[in-house]
């Protein structure tokens, strides 16, 4: 295999652990409706499957209608935002995996469903010190993942070949979006995976279970 010249990641449940402050908004959302707060696991898993799943949980609201559970996501969204940047961090390992790519010139960024609004400061936040090349959020490209289009964005901002280039996620539709992207696709399986979905099932080139794992691909 051609050394891999582009590196894309997804950013919650890859690059960041953001799960601790999406645990934070849930419990004081519960707490308006006086709920008990939530199990930590339940919330972790249900991070890269966006924040409809999240107030779904949140408030136990499997069955109700879509504007009854978007009204509550936005809800959810507006307590995340003041405090998004409390508790997360890198996962360990991505310091290592950054900084080696930048060491070595290696293009590198990031695609995103988060929206603009929160991924953009977080990044500046979080990542500074590495001078994150891109920031593909679905603001930018009118989609949301597994659609390819923030992936496809990316190879032509970056003048990356897509068969030399790798995209890094946590979830299954990270993987589906980089094979429709026709990229090299990883799992990040130290990243939020479902409660009882099984990462071998979803066909990634590599499957990464620590971080720093992804440093054996960099050339």
């Known amino acids: 295999m051609k050394n891999i010249e582009l590196f894309a990641f997804d950013l919650d449940g890859t690059l960041l652990d953001t799960a601790p402050d999406f645990l934070y908004a849930v419990n004081i959302l519960r707490k308006r409706y006086t ?86 400061g977080i990044v500046q936040n979080k990542l500074e010190k590495f001078k994150t090349p891109f920031l593909i959020c679905p603001d930018d490209v009118g989609q949301r993942k597994p659609e390819p289009d923030g992936l496809v964005h990316a190879l032509k901002i970056s003048n990356s070949i897509p068969t030399d280039s790798i995209y890094i996620g946590d979830h299954k539709i990270d993987i589906t979006a980089g094979e429709r992207a026709n990229m090299i696709t990883g799992a990040a399986a130290y990243g939020y995976i479902p409660i009882g979905d099984d990462i071998e099932n979803w066909n990634s080139d590599y499957i990464f279970n620590e971080a720093n794992e992804i440093i054996t691909l960099i050339k």
């Open 35 to 120: 709920l008990d707060e939530a199990c930590y696991d339940q919330v972790r898993s249900r991070v890269s499957q966006g924040a409809m799943s999240l107030a779904t949980y949140a408030l136990n609201l499997e069955g109700e209608s879509v504007e009854k559970i978007e009204f509550h996501r936005q809800e959810l969204l507006d307590i995340y935002e003041t405090c998004c940047l409390e508790n997360t961090e890198l996962f360990e390992g991505i310091e290592d995996v950054l900084n080696e790519l930048n060491i070595k010139k290696i293009k590198w960024g990031i695609i995103t469903n988060k929206p603009r609004r929160f991924a953009e």
